[in-house]
């Protein structure tokens, strides 16, 4: 799995079919299903009808070499993940993706053959979630690969979530649980490192399946939108974790104007995850807070809506809101406190 495998395929070059055989062939089998999307691929712009509903709009920039290895990160899910960490970003908006556009810079070193895979991903995600694939742009590039998605929601102007509505005596929730996506990194790098030294050795990554499946294959929570209108509860404050909850938490609590304690004792972990922190000789609770690309939600409800969420297995209440002045704290399991640090993913350190 380490390998590249599209390097060992009869490999046709993306030369023979031109730009637009290409956008062509890597977009017919995209199917449209929602009733917004007037206009999908084909013409100069697509054309979306949301009617009373508000729009919302992100996106998002891959390159090669700086947000993914393709060493061990296979296309297909490279193009399913380039979709999911798009839509966790309308999810956080309370919204509900709906379409997306996709633009990719290609180097000669790509043959179709890879590229049919990154839009098998591409394709498997729009499926998945239901959203349409309505546009994009397709170029060349001089040396790698670049990929860049653009996701569109909708949602009632009463849903929407912003980070700025969190106050104090709410709690901090989180969906799922943390930190894996960055242990399931740890363990592919480290993995592709023996396997620079020994090309013969395949690693057995039996042990370590749902943390690199976190890392390789994560999932947007479309799905907890509609799990809290069930509930009745309207987050005050929603965010993705993509950087790690010590960050997000940090945007919330800036944007919000209060402050936050977060309880160690609170955050939730998977069993793999923590054996593979102790195997890596590695503080587990830093991790948790630090680690990026789990792509749950971290939210603020009001106090009185605790019991709804109390029992929840998606849910862990992992902290409180507090005034501006307190600051921000991890409390630990030792009830010490300790100022929160983002010390989450920076685009320009390494
Ligand atoms: P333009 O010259 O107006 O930029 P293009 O020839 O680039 O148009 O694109 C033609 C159509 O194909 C447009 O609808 C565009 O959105 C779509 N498209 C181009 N590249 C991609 C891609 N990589 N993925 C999906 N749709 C694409
Ligand atoms: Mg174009």
Known sequence: MLE????????????????????????????????????GIGDDAAVLDFESK??????DLLIEGVHFDL?????????????????SDVCAMN????????SIAVSNRFPLEAIEELYAGIQKACEFYKVDLVGGDTTSSTTGLMISVTAVGQANEEELVYRSGAQENDLLV???????????LQVLEREKQVFLVNPNNQPDLDMYSYIIERQLKPEARTDI???????????TSMIDVSDGISSEIMHICKASEVGCNLYEDKLPLDPQFINVCEEFNIDSTTIAINGGEDYELLFTIKMEDFDKVKANPHFSIIGHITSKSEGLHLITRENTKIELKARGWNAWND
């Open 4 to 39: 590249n495998k599209n390097k060992n395929k009869n490999a046709t070059s993306i030369a023979q079919l031109g730009e637009f055989g290409l956008i062509d062939h890597i977009t017919k089998n995209f199917k449209l299903e929602h009733k917004s999307t007037l206009k």
């Open 54 to 59: 508000k729009a919302v709009l992100t996106t």
């Open 95 to 102: 919204a509900t993706p709906t379409q997306i556009t996709v």
């Open 174 to 184: 989180l969906t799922g649980d943390i930190g894996s996506a960055y242990m399931g």
């Open 71 to 87: 060493s061990y990160m296979p296309l297909k899910h490279l193009g399913y993940k380039a979709v999911v960490v798009n839509l």
């Open 225 to 235: 939108k509609g799990l809290l209108e069930k509930l009745n509860i309207r987050p």
